[in-house]
C-alpha cells in the first residue's frame, strides 16, 4: 500500500499519494498525481515545465486509465537546424570464428516445451484522458521562426501510443530571415494524433510592388520553408527583393552568397550546384564550378565554392564540415598525374603532393 510520496529535483515537485494493493483480486490500484514546475524532459526538440493534476487508477492485471489535467505554464519546441543522415541497413551480421549463425527457427525449435509454451508476458495498458492547458509562453523556434503559442488539447489513446488532438494559436510571432524581421500573419500547431503537430505558419510583406510571402509548414522534425510572391518569380529572385530590394543581377558575389546561405539556413537543406536548381543558377552567375551550402561539425550551415581561376589551378573555399574551421584550398596540376595542394585556415597552414596512379 501506498500512502504518499513527494520528490523534488531542480526544476519543480512531483507528489503522489494513495493505495495500490498488488494482492488483491484485479491488483486495484488508485495514485494522485500532482506536480509543480516539473521539468520531467530537456532536449534541443522539447523542454517544457508541468503543473499536473492526474489520477491514475484502474487494475493492474485488466489496465489503468489515467486522467485529469495538465498545464504547461512555459515550454519550448524546437525546430533542428539540419537533419540527421538516414540509418544505414546493415543486413544480416555474422560473428567471425564462431561458426556459422542458427537460423532463428532453428534457436525456436530447441527451446524447451515448457519455454515455448509460456505466452511473453505483456503489461496491461494505460488508458488517456487528459486535458492539456497552454495559457500561453508556449514558443516555437528555430530556422528563423520565433512564435509564441496558446491554446487547448486532449490528449487520449495509451502511453504507448498517445493521441494529440487540439491546437495552439498563434499570439505573436516573427520570422528572421538575416537582417531582415517579417511578422505572421498567421500561425498554427494543428495535432491530429500522434506527438507531432503540423506547422502552419505565413508572413506577408510588399517590396517595390511585389508582394513576398514566406510559408512554413510541415512537421517540426522536417519543415518546409517556401518564398513565393505576386508575380511570380524564381525562388533566388524572391530572397533577392525580400534582403536587398533589388534582381539578382544588381548584386555583388557577396550578396549573392548571402542569399544561398540564407536559403540553406531557412529550409535545412544542404544542396550543391549539381542539382541544378537555385545553386546551379548561382554559381553560373558567379562564373563557379562548383556552389552549394554544407554544415560544420558545430550544426551551423555554410556557403562552400570553387572554381578553376586559371589552367590546372583550383581553388575552393569551404565552411570546414569535419574540423569546424573555415579554409581556403588551393590545388595545382603539376602533371596530369601528381598535384600540390595547400589549405589555410583559422587554425593554421598545410601543403603536400597528391600522385595518383590508375592500375
Known sequence: MLESLTASGTRGTLSAQGEARPFAPGQPLRIALTSQGLQPVTSDLFTGLFNTDL?????????????????????????PTGLPGSVADLGDVREVGRG???????????????AASQPDPQAAPIALDINVVIPGRFYVRGRGLDAEMEG???????????NITGSLNMVRGTFTLIDRRLSFSRGNLAFSGGVMPDLDF?????????TINVAISGKPTAPKVEFTSSPELPQDEVLARLL???????????????????????TGALGSDSDGGFFGRIAKRLGLDRLGVDSTSSGELGVKAGGYVADGVYVNVDPGATTGQPRVGVEVELT???????????????AGLSYEYEY
Open 55 to 79: 489520477l491514475l487508477d484502474g487494475g493492474l492485471a485488466s489496465g489503468l486509465r489515467a486522467s485529469g489535467r495538465i498545464e504547461i505554464p512555459e515550454a519550448t519546441l524546437g525546430i
Open 336 to 350: 596530369p598525374r601528381l598535384k600540390l595542394k595547400s589549405t589555410t585556415g583559422t587554425d593554421g597552414q598545410s
Open 244 to 266: 536587398f530590394a533589388r534582381p539578382t543581377s544588381q548584386l555583388s558575389p557577396f550578396q549573392i552568397a548571402q542569399i544561398a546561405q540564407a536559403l540553406a539556413g531557412a
Open 202 to 210: 505565413l508572413a506577408t510583406t510588399t517590396v517595390q510592388s511585389t
Open 100 to 114: 556459422a549463425p542458427v537460423p532463428r527457427r532453428a534457436r525456436a525449435a530447441s527451446a524447451t516445451p515448457a
Open 152 to 162: 487547448n488539447l486532449k490528449v487520449g489513446g495509451t502511453a504507448s501510443a498517445p
